[in-house]
């Protein structure tokens, strides 16, 4: 019997019998459903975590000097104390950066705060305040919609000028203009210059909940002690003149610190790295248990799938019987029987495809997570469906392929 | 019989006869006893021939059956088949000899329940290798052979007792098999019912085809034109029947 009388008898075999197929196929079905849904996940965020994440929050060929790092999973206590007594980053760390390094890169200084700013009786709570210096928004990215950025100028001389986010501008103004109006930011009045373009979110979190306010203007008092910076943002043109960058500065850094050579950093120079480290860590956690749930219930499926195969073959040792009467090889019986488990199985697995890609749709539009389904994951799937059948299959095929015809005829 | 006496073991058996057993015996080992179902079987019968095997219950019949069906092998003893020895080849070439040389027919029909009669027909063609368009033409005239030209697309359950019989006899017939064999085809059948199966079978006989059946009934025997008697696992008597 050739190989495709063999799928032929198996989907009219399965077509008959939909709802004892239909449990069979439950378990394989399941396991691929995760196993897609899970990688789509997986594959999404850690595209975003490259590609998009790193460089909102840090900005290409970035790198910032802190305190401590900006993103940390599972420190310990003793850890995050030690952080807390390091000195603060001053004024004076930057400019000393600023003025040593001989890579040519554009420098930031930035701290930030939650607020609340108001407009008349409006009032927009929990922004970030940020006091920055007017390269921020070219490290950032931060393309300005309506108005200007503020200048080096403004800058210097504390102007009380503010750019604000699109929610902020948004939730105080409406659809009216905002520029040249006045908002108040701990009290003391700002006169809005510019709105930045809409940034969406990220992981959920809101991107457009921000003012930026020049470093130097009265609101710096709202941030940090006079004198402190959260952190000095440094871009390069590349990746490797960042590196170089990198050892100068924390050459700078150490020297202005007094560290010995055997001391340890009391600073960080962080980079999208750092991020992305971070993440690698939490998709580990992924990694680590999917496939755990994935194989158990492709073997349990499995398992389903012989025993519904064993019970076919209990069922049907009459047509078995008959079948070689009329010159059925033990092969040819083989081949049906593997043909129906595979095709049950590979149901399961295209039924389970689907429900991935219906998963990953709706995680898209329910939740923050970004998901994006990853081929090879569907191809894992159909891979894994084929080899549940055959596996789970050979044995009850090869007890139907070894009756005695006979024997077989004769059972009730 | 004296053809088969002067048959001995390594003779290739002469062109025209297309059965040779030779002291064929097969043994059941019940465990406890040793069933002895066939105790040297020897009998020839030749292209044309129209055989009817009787013999009380238990004597052996379904057992010689199956054994000339190569659907069981003997304990000892020889079987030739179309000149060709059979009784001691493997699984696959005595299934390859099922699908191409023997045609049979089954007291209780035995058809595939979900398959309308074209697809019972058809199975056997499906284990030859045939292409769906040939084997499709050759079950619908076997099927036109037997009369049942106009109940091609039925299932078994919507078939007369008749009828389902004359679906397995096309079933047997469609790869053209060297013999026909039939194990109490009229069993389950009425007296009317019975008489027109044994009509397809004198039809099919007399357009020469080889045809051995077993039966209980003296009127079905009639039909053949040689008689073998079987008791207690041997012939007891074999003797052609007055035309
Ligand atoms: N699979 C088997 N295991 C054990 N004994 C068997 C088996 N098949 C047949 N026999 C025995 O072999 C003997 C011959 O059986 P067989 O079926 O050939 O008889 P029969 O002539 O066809 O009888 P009936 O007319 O009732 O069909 C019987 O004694 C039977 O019990
Ligand atoms: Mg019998």
């Not at chain 1, 909940?209 to 871009?235: E, T, Y």
């Not at chain 1, 680590?288 to 073997?299: D, E, F, K, Q, Y």
């Not at chain 1, 159909?382 to 070894?402: D, E, K, T």
């Amino acid at each position: 019997m050739p190989f495709y009388e063999a799928i032929r008898l198996a989907l009219q075999t399965i077509r008959s019998q939909k709802l004892k197929s239909g449990f069979s196929l439950l378990g394989v079905f399941v396991g691929v459903a995760s196993l897609i849904a899970a990688w789509s996940i997986a594959n999404g965020v850690n595209r975003y975590m490259t590609e998009k994440f790193a460089q909102t929050l840090y900005g290409v060929n970035t790198f910032q000097l802190r305190r401590q790092p900006m993103f940390n999973a599972n420190v310990p206590d003793s850890v995050w104390r030690a952080w807390r007594r390091r000195p603060r980053i001053r004024f004076s760390d930057a400019e000393a950066i600023s003025a040593g390094l001989t890579i040519p890169v554009i420098t930031a200084w930035q701290s930030s705060d939650q607020v609340s700013v108001t407009y008349g009786n409006k009032e927009a709570r929990d922004i970030e305040l940020t006091a920055a210096s007017e390269r921020y928004f070219d490290i950032k990215n931060l393309g300005i919609a309506v108005g200007r950025p503020f200048t080096g100028e403004e800058n210097r001389s504390g102007a009380p000028v503010a750019v604000l986010g699109e929610a902020v501008a948004k939730r105080l103004f409406s659809d009216r203009n905002p520029l040249g109006k006045s908002v108040r930011i701990g009290g003391v009045p700002y006169r809005v210059i510019g709105v930045v373009e809409h940034q969406g979110s990220i992981l959920g979190f809101p991107l457009d909940r921000f003012v930026v306010v020049p470093a130097l203007s009265p609101a710096q008092n709202l941030v940090n002690p006079p004198g402190i910076l959260d952190a000095f943002l440094v871009k390069a043109r590349s990746d490797l003149e960042m590196r170089e960058a990198i050892s100068q500065a924390e050459g700078i850094m150490r020297s202005r610190r007094h560290l010995r050579p055997k001391q340890d950093n009391n600073f960080v120079l962080d980079t999208s790295e750092g991020v992305q480290r971070f993440w690698a860590g939490i998709s580990r956690i992924l990694v680590t248990v999917i496939p755990g749930i994935v194989i158990v219930s492709l073997v349990i499926g499995g398992i389903v799938i012989m025993n519904i195969m064993l019970m076919a073959v209990a069922e049907r040792t009459r047509e078995i019987g008959l079948r070689k009467s009329l010159g059925a090889r033990r092969t040819d019986v083989l081949r049906q029987f593997l043909a129906e488990s595979t095709v049950i199985s590979l149901l399961g697995a295209a039924f389970g495809i689907g429900a991935g890609i219906g998963l990953t749709i709706l995680i898209n539009a329910v939740s923050p997570l970004p998901a994006s389904v990853s081929p090879t994951s569907v191809l894992m799937g159909v891979m894994l469906g084929a080899g549940v059948g055959i596996v789970f299959g050979v044995y009850p095929a090869s007890r139907a392929a070894r009756l005695d015809p006979i024997t077989a005829l004769r059972q009730e | 019989m004296s053809n088969v006496q002067l048959f001995r073991t390594g003779d290739t058996p002469l062109p025209d006869v297309i059965i040779l057993t030779h002291k064929l015996t097969r043994e059941y080992d019940m465990g406890s006893e040793l069933v002895r179902a066939l105790r040297g079987v020897s009998v020839q019968i030749q292209r044309n021939e129209y055989v009817a095997v009787m013999g009380p219950s238990g004597s052996g019949k379904s057992t010689l059956m199956n054994l000339i069906g190569c659907l069981d092998t003997p304990t000892s003893g020889e079987y030739w088949l179309n000149g060709q020895k059979v009784s001691d080849l493997a699984d696959d070439e005595l299934a390859r000899i099922r699908n191409k040389e023997i045609g049979f027919v089954f007291q209780t029909f035995n058809l595939l329940p979900r398959a309308d009669a074209l697809h019972n027909v058809e199975l056997p063609l499906i284990y030859a290798g045939m292409s769906a368009k040939s084997r499709r033409e050759r079950a619908v005239h076997a099927l036109e052979r037997v009369g049942l030209g106009n109940r091609m697309d039925h299932k078994p359950n919507e078939l007369s007792g008749g009828q389902r019989q004359r679906v397995a006899i096309a079933r047997a017939l469609v790869n053209e098999p060297s013999i026909l064999l039939a194990d109490e085809p009229t069993g389950n059948l009425d007296s009317t019912t019975s008489t027109e199966i044994m009509g397809v079978f004198g039809e099919l006989h007399r357009q020469g085809q080889t045809v051995v059946m077993v039966t209980h009934e003296q009127d079905i025997a009639a039909h053949a034109e040689r008689v073998i008697t079987l008791r207690d696992g041997v012939v007891a008597t074999d003797q052609a029947r007055a035309a």
